[in-house]
């Protein structure tokens, strides 16, 4: 079983410790952390998301490995799954909201997913725990091999017969495996983030955005007015789930009603990426122009 505490799944998350097997299945369980004063679990509500590595400008190369490609069955206590099939890029990226004690789903991978190739995330202190665990496709092994030798019989002399013996090679993976335990948490039953605009070694939680547009074509092309709007995160390592606001004490979420929408990372007006954000200021889908 492999397990992810609450504190290792915060922030930007923990790469996977075990490797995925193509079309084998995955349960993933969500837990709340333990309430200290009795037996059972906080409740609330929080968010997971499964998400490829990225290269080092925070995008997905042309024809970089799909390892979020797969078949989702069984929610308990989760809201709808959020992911896009826009050109591809759910097959990077998923996310569930959850709520209740315990969440969980399966998970069947369509291809093999190596050891830290994806990042584990959590937004309400869950710990999670993924069975089975896998360490990657099992190593074949050599066949055996059979050495025969025909006996030398030399005249007039009592005959000498020299025979090898039959090698048959065994072969014995090893396996380590690792469990880091699950630490004491104290927390108060209602939890709520606060986050505070800042700019912090280059990145920066505001920016601006062109008009919305219902092509991504169209949001690349455009150029980005001088309103203001802000993350709750940097614009620089931005990812679905993500949220944008129109005021800095991130109260007041963007209605961005499912539509498409530019964004920069530097002076210039043209954009760099685009979002597209919900409703309720949730962004779904994001592509670099």
């Not at 090898?164 to 039953?189: D, K, M, V």
């Amino acid at each position: 079983m492999a397990d992810y505490s609450a504190p290792a799944l915060r922030g930007s998350g923990s790469l996977n410790d075990y490797s995925f097997v193509s079309g084998e299945t995955y349960t993933f369980t969500l837990l709340r952390p333990p309430n200290n004063s009795s037996e059972t679990r906080l409740s609330g509500s929080g968010a997971f998301t499964y998400e490829t590595v990225r290269n080092t400008k925070g995008f997905y190369d042309q024809g970089a490995p799909k390892y979020a490609s797969g078949t989702h069955a069984n929610p308990v206590n989760l809201h709808s799954l959020i992911s896009s099939s826009e050109s591809g890029y759910g097959n990077y990226i998923f996310s569930y909201v959850l709520y209740g004690v315990t969440s969980s789903f399966e998970w069947t991978a369509n291809q093999n997913v190596p050891v830290g190739s994806v990042y584990f995330r959590c937004v309400g202190d869950y710990e999670m725990k993924v069975l089975p665990e896998s360490t990657g496709v099992s190593p074949t092994p050599t066949p055996t091999k059979t050495i025969s030798v025909t006996p030398s019989i030399t005249p007039s002399s009592t005959p000498s017969i020299s025979i090898s013996p039959s090698i048959t090679p065994s072969i014995t993976p090893s396996i380590s495996i690792s469990n880091t335990p699950s630490p004491s948490i104290t927390i108060t039953p209602s939890i709520t983030p606060t986050v505070t605009p800042s700019i912090s070694s280059g990145q920066t939680r505001s920016n601006f955005l062109t008009t919305q547009e219902s092509k991504v074509s169209d949001a690349c092309n455009s150029l980005t007015t001088a309103t203001s709007y802000y993350l709750n995160n940097f614009w620089s390592s931005v990812t679905i789930g993500d949220k944008v606001f129109t005021d800095s004490g991130q109260t007041q979420p963007l209605n961005g009603g499912g539509l498409y929408y530019g964004y920069r990372n530097t002076s210039a007006a043209q954009p760099v990426g685009v979002v597209q954000i919900e409703s309720n200021g949730t962004i779904s889908y994001i592509q670099s122009c």
